[in-house]
């Protein structure tokens, strides 16, 4: 049975692929959806919602259609004077926000080169042979912590994305899929001040946090300058389903039952 929740999680999945986008932003459905969803009072079906919006804003053609969609712009600055709100929602609207209004000549060639400000994600979301890693991280209490955090993902040789869950004390990391996921920890860890567990669901569908292992002989590949992207591969996602909670579950055909069963859930069943 789908909500909210399930639906927006699985449309942010999907935009995290770079050849789903077009077709998500031209769908009758699914923009209009994801703009009723800005109101909606759950922070984690926001902060999704905001996540998917962020992806879809990464391909130039689509910030006409998404500026001119009834009700974004002003969902938008709803968001970030909304009271109450976590500042990774806030953050994240003003950053969707900017990216629609500013010019695309004049917008940077790519988020991470706006040094001025730290990515809240992507490095690049294009890779095709990635996977997805959720980690709890101890001592993420602040936004020192999290620059520091920061910082340590960005020089793993691999990373392509991460967002923060602050609240929660999360992080979701998409990299490549022939990075050993200890090389995160490793990282982290290196901070002296922070370590991290990964969440992965066991056969109950609960969470539970795995140690892993952190090894000072582990050499950790490390970027010695951000380039613009990683080198695209031509081969398909590695699927890890027994470790992974946040997996990318974008599909070849986007025409297919799913999103259309995704948007008539958006445009006919808003019963928040």
């Known amino acids: 049975m789908m909500d909210a929740l399930s639906v927006v999680t699985q449309l942010r999945d ?15 459905g699914c923009l209009p959806g994801l703009v009723l969803f800005l109101d909606h009072k759950s922070p984690e079906v926001l902060f999704a919602t905001l996540q998917t919006l962020r992806y879809l804003a990464e391909m130039s053609p689509n910030i006409s259609t998404m500026k001119n969609e009834l009700g974004m712009m002003v ?17 994240l609207a003003k950053e969707v926000y900017d ?9 940077p060639a790519s988020p991470e080169r706006a040094r001025g400000k730290k990515p809240q994600f992507f490095i690049n979301s294009s890779n095709k042979k990635a996977k997805s890693v959720t980690l709890h991280i101890q001592g993420l209490d602040s936004s020192e912590q999290r ?25 979701t990391v998409r990299i490549r899929s022939d990075l050993p996921t200890e090389s995160l920890a490793s990282a982290i860890a ?13 056969e109950e569908g609960d969470e539970v946090l795995i ?3 952190v090894s000072s002989e582990a050499e950790v590949q490390q970027n010695t300058a951000l380039p613009d992207y990683l080198p695209e591969e031509e081969d398909s996602p590695e699927k890890d389903l027994t470790r992974a909670v946040s997996r990318t ?7 297919g039952s799913w999103l259309n069963a995704a948007a008539s859930f958006l445009t006919k069943t808003f019963y928040w």
């Open 75 to 91: 969902s938008l600055e709803n968001l970030m004077k909304r009271d109450g709100l976590s500042v990774d929602i806030t953050s």
């Open 147 to 171: 620059s520091l955090c920061e910082d340590a993902l960005l020089k793993v040789k691999g990373v392509i994305s991460f967002t923060f869950q602050m609240a929660s004390k999360r992080c």
């Open 190 to 202: 290196g901070t002296k001040i922070l370590s991290a567990q990964q969440v992965v669901k066991n």
């Open 14 to 28: 999907l935009a995290s692929e770079p050849q789903n986008r077009e077709v998500i932003v031209q769908d009758q």
């Open 249 to 255: 579950t974008a599909k070849e055909d986007t025409n």
């Open 99 to 107: 990216i629609l209004i500013t010019p695309i000549n004049v917008r």
């Open 211 to 213: 140690p892993l292992k």
